[in-house]
């Protein structure tokens, strides 16, 4: 049975377990219609895992699964604000938490005293 490069990489998507499975359908789903939820804010400095050093003032953001250099507008219902950063951190691992944004970003969404905020999230 000959079987596409495509199709071995989806069987093997679904193969590593059912949370593997999740994350490829929230990310479709975030490509089409966008997703909402709890983003933190995060002054560490570190590297960050796409390999680069993190920069506070910069207008990037942690998400579970979606590609590094994916471009996300991320908008505060509450507040009508809204930024773009880039996708390049893997996080954040709290429970019911969808993103995690750099210090510049939480600060052009005036979140800084607010700390966790509810946002709605739109891949570009």
């Given at each position: 049975?000959?079987?596409?490069h495509?199709?071995m990489?989806?069987a093997?998507?679904?193969l590593?377990?059912?949370?593997?499975?999740?994350?490829l359908a929230?990310h479709?789903k975030?490509?089409t219609?966008?997703?909402s939820g709890f983003?933190?804010?995060?002054?560490?400095?570190?590297?960050?895992?796409?390999g680069?050093?993190y920069n506070?003032?910069?207008?990037?953001?942690?998400?579970?699964?979606?590609?590094?250099?994916?471009?996300v507008r991320?908008?505060?219902?509450r507040s009508?604000r809204?930024v773009?950063?880039?996708?390049?951190?893997?996080?954040?691992f709290?429970?019911g938490?969808v993103l995690?944004i750099?210090?510049?970003?939480?600060r052009?969404?005036?979140?800084?005293n607010?700390?966790?905020?509810y946002?709605?999230?739109?891949?570009l």
């Amino acid at each position: 049975m000959k079987v596409s490069h495509l199709a071995m990489g989806m069987a093997a998507i679904v193969l590593v377990g059912g949370w593997q499975q999740a994350a490829l359908a929230n990310h479709t789903k975030s490509k089409t219609r966008g997703f909402s939820g709890f983003a933190t804010f995060y002054t560490e400095s570190r590297r960050v895992a796409a390999g680069e050093h993190y920069n506070p003032r910069g207008l990037t953001a942690a998400h579970r699964t979606l590609p590094f250099g994916t471009r996300v507008r991320v908008t505060d219902p509450r507040s009508g604000r809204s930024v773009v950063v880039t996708i390049n951190d893997r996080g954040p691992f709290r429970r019911g938490r969808v993103l995690d944004i750099s210090l510049g970003a939480a600060r052009a969404l005036g979140m800084i005293n607010r700390g966790v905020i509810y946002v709605r999230a739109d891949v570009l």
